[in-house]
C-alpha cells in the first residue's frame, strides 16, 4: 500500500506545501509526466482524513461501500484508511489537497459556539461537499497564498485549516459528513475500531497501519481487537476476505484474480490455497460452475 500524504511529499517540484504540525496543505499540479501512480490501479492509504478540491483532470476512488468519479470543481472529504485509486492516462490531475489528523478535526468542532447535533446514519468513505460560496471563496483565498513567494505564518496556517473545518461544518447540505464528525466526537472506542475493521478489511495493510487508522499502539490495537472480536486481527482478517472472494466470485462476476485483487490477496497462490482450505473446493471452480454447458 502506498502512503498517500508520503507519496505527495516526494514530488516538491510540482507541488507547494505548506506544513502545520503533522497537517498538511499542498497545491499538486500533477501534469502526465509527475503521476503519483505507475498503473491504472493502484492501493492508496492515508492515515489521515483528507479534504481536496479538484482543479482539473478526473480519478476514480474505489472503496469497500462503491466507486467515486471525481472531476473538475468537486470538493470532496475522504476519510482515513485505504482506497484503490483508478487514474486515466490522458490528463493529468490536479489538485488543492488539505490533510487534517483527527484530533485537530475534534479540537476544531469543539471550538464550535454552537455544538454538533447530526443524527446518527452511515457515512461513506468518500463524501461529496456540497458547493457554497463560503467555501468557494475559502479555495480562493487559499490560492493567493500559492502564488505568495513568502510562506504564511504557522499561526496563520493553523486558523486557515480551522476556517475551512468550521465552513463545512456551518452547512447542513453536509449531512452525512457532520454524522461522521459527531461520530469522532462522540464514538466508543470499540465502535471507532469496528467501524475501521469493517471499512478496510479488503486492502493489504500491514498490522501496524490498522493500528495507526485506529489511533492505538500496535500492542493496544492487538489488545482490544481481541477483546472485541474474540479473534486475532490476522485470522479476522483472513475470515472476512475469503468471505469477501467468495462474494465476488459467486454474486459480482469477478474472475479469480479480480476476486483476489479486491479482497486484499497480493498472492495469487496463497488466495487459491487459503479458499481452498477455507471452502473446500478452488475458487477456479466456482467460475467453472457458473459457466453455461
Same mark, same amino acid.
Given at each position: 500500500?502506498?502512503?498517500?500524504?508520503?507519496?505527495?511529499?516526494?514530488?516538491?517540484?510540482?507541488?507547494?506545501?505548506?506544513?502545520?504540525?503533522?497537517?498538511?496543505? $499542498?497545491?499538486?499540479?500533477? +501534469?502526465?509526466?509527475?503521476?503519483?501512480? %505507475?498503473?491504472?490501479?493502484?492501493?492508496? =492509504?492515508?492515515?489521515?482524513?483528507?479534504?481536496?478540491?479538484?482543479?482539473?483532470?478526473?480519478?476514480?476512488?474505489?472503496?469497500?461501500? !462503491?466507486?467515486?468519479?471525481?472531476?473538475?470543481?468537486?470538493?470532496?472529504?475522504?476519510?482515513? !484508511?485505504?482506497?484503490?485509486?483508478?487514474?486515466?492516462?490522458?490528463?493529468?490531475?490536479?489538485?488543492?489537497?488539505?490533510?487534517?489528523?483527527?484530533?485537530?478535526?475534534?479540537? $476544531?468542532?469543539?471550538?464550535?459556539?454552537? +455544538?454538533?447535533?447530526?443524527? !446518527?446514519?452511515?457515512?461513506?468513505?468518500?463524501? %461529496?461537499?456540497?458547493?457554497?460560496?463560503?467555501?468557494?471563496?475559502?479555495? /480562493?483565498?487559499?490560492?493567493?497564498?500559492?502564488?505568495?513567494?513568502?510562506?504564511?505564518?504557522?499561526?496563520?496556517?493553523?486558523?486557515?485549516?480551522?476556517?475551512?473545518?468550521?465552513?463545512?461544518?456551518?452547512?447542513?447540505?453536509?449531512?452525512?459528513?457532520?454524522?461522521?464528525?459527531?461520530?469522532?466526537?462522540?464514538?466508543?472506542?470499540? /465502535?471507532? %475500531?469496528?467501524?475501521?475493521?469493517?471499512?478496510?478489511?479488503?486492502?493489504?495493510?500491514?498490522?501496524?497501519?490498522?493500528?495507526?487508522?485506529?489511533?492505538?499502539?500496535?500492542?493496544?490495537?492487538?489488545?482490544?481487537?481481541?477483546?472485541?472480536?474474540?479473534? $486475532?486481527?490476522?485470522? =479476522?482478517?483472513?475470515?472476512?476476505?475469503?468471505?469477501?472472494?467468495?462474494?465476488?466470485?459467486?454474486?459480482?462476476?469477478?474472475?479469480?484474480?479480480?476476486?483476489?485483487?479486491?479482497?486484499?490477496?497480493?498472492?495469487?497462490?496463497?488466495?487459491?490455497?487459503?479458499?481452498?482450505?477455507?471452502? !473446500?473446493?478452488?475458487?477456479?471452480?466456482?467460475?467453472?460452475?457458473? $459457466?453455461?454447458?
Amino acid at each position: 500500500m502506498v502512503n498517500f500524504q508520503a507519496k505527495v511529499l516526494e514530488y516538491p517540484d510540482y507541488s507547494r506545501q505548506f506544513n502545520c504540525g503533522d497537517s498538511l496543505i $499542498t497545491a499538486f499540479y500533477c +501534469p502526465l509526466e509527475a503521476r503519483l501512480m %505507475l498503473n491504472r490501479f493502484s492501493d492508496l =492509504w492515508s492515515q489521515h482524513n483528507y479534504i481536496f478540491y479538484v482543479m482539473d483532470g478526473r480519478k476514480v476512488w474505489h472503496t469497500a461501500h !462503491g466507486s467515486y468519479e471525481l472531476k473538475k470543481g468537486d470538493c470532496v472529504f475522504v476519510r482515513k !484508511g485505504a482506497n484503490i485509486v483508478e487514474q486515466f492516462f490522458d490528463t493529468g490531475f490536479c489538485l488543492l489537497l488539505f490533510f487534517i489528523p483527527d484530533e485537530f478535526l475534534c479540537e $476544531t468542532l469543539q471550538s464550535k459556539a454552537k +455544538p454538533l447535533n447530526s443524527p !446518527g446514519r452511515k457515512f461513506s468513505p468518500v463524501m %461529496l461537499l456540497k458547493s457554497s460560496e463560503t467555501l468557494n471563496n475559502f479555495f /480562493v483565498s487559499m490560492f493567493s497564498y500559492f502564488r505568495d513567494t513568502k510562506e504564511p505564518d504557522q499561526s496563520l496556517l493553523e486558523l486557515k485549516f480551522k476556517e475551512l473545518i468550521l465552513t463545512i461544518a456551518d452547512n447542513p447540505g453536509n449531512a452525512e459528513l457532520l454524522s461522521y464528525f459527531c461520530s469522532l466526537l462522540r464514538e466508543p472506542r470499540s /465502535v471507532s %475500531l469496528q467501524r475501521i475493521m469493517e471499512d478496510n478489511y479488503s486492502f493489504n495493510l500491514k498490522m501496524e497501519q490498522y493500528a495507526e487508522l485506529s489511533n492505538r499502539s500496535l500492542s493496544a490495537f492487538k489488545r482490544d481487537f481481541q477483546k472485541q472480536f474474540n479473534s $486475532t486481527p490476522g485470522k =479476522w482478517l483472513l475470515e472476512k476476505r475469503l468471505q469477501h472472494a467468495m462474494h465476488l466470485l459467486s454474486s459480482q462476476d469477478k474472475n479469480v484474480s479480480e476476486a483476489a485483487f479486491e479482497s486484499g490477496f497480493e498472492n495469487p497462490s496463497h488466495f487459491s490455497r487459503s479458499f481452498k482450505e477455507r471452502f !473446500g473446493i478452488p475458487p477456479t471452480a466456482i467460475k467453472q460452475a457458473q $459457466t453455461p454447458v
